[in-house]
């Protein structure tokens, strides 16, 4: 059966969460695990579950998405981490929106399942930009698209070029300005799996790194 929705998770190092994204994946779904220089078994868990595996030796969040749409094949696309804090199963109302029509892109916005999940440096960095975004641009969203749906053919029209943190704000910036509607519904946000660590909410550090790439975004887009 064609897959109506390819799932790109880039990954590095997320051997020990696979399992459990995997077993939550609805049916007629297929999903592209991107390696993005994974140390660990991330590459075979993937295709011991039928995963197409693409393998990105560029560093950087926004290579590992570019990487993992570009080999998709199916209409529409959605976006998440494969760190076992996001449900797959909460694509579903999201890609209800773009296929209806509601949204040329379906984001999600987290929720936390309990206290301590979404660190308080990583959820302030969040809302800073997303608070600068709003004031700026006039961007109707409360996230930073953690979780997203839209049409494969319409993302890479739109020549998102950040190949680093900073790939979600350009993409909606950019989104923004080619007319594209939104909507954003709530989505669950878990615990990563165990053994495994955030590249950015993990830390002080990683936060801040992701910042950086923000607000070089930013910069680039006049939205300083």
Known sequence: M??????VLPCRDEAAALPGVFALVPDGMHVVVVDNGSTDDTAEVARAHGATV??????????????GVEAATAEYVAVLDGDGSMDPRDVLPLLDDVRSGRATMACGRRRPSRPGVWPWHARA???????????????PVRDIAPMRVCRRQDLLDLGVLDRRFGY?????????????TFTERDI???????????????SVTGTLRAGRDFAAVLAQYGLR
């Open 168 to 180: 979600p704000v350009e993409l909606l910036v950019r989104a923004q300005r080619a007319g594209w």
């Open 125 to 139: 960095g969040n809302a800073a930009v997303l608070a600068w975004l709003r004031r700026s641009t006039g961007l």
């Open 2 to 7: 064609t897959a109506t929705c390819d799932l």
């Open 54 to 67: 693409v393998h990105e030796a560029t560093p950087g969040y926004g290579a590992a998405v570019h990487a």
């Open 188 to 202: 669950t946000y878990h615990p990563r799996a165990e053994g495994t660590r955030s590249k950015v909410s993990g």
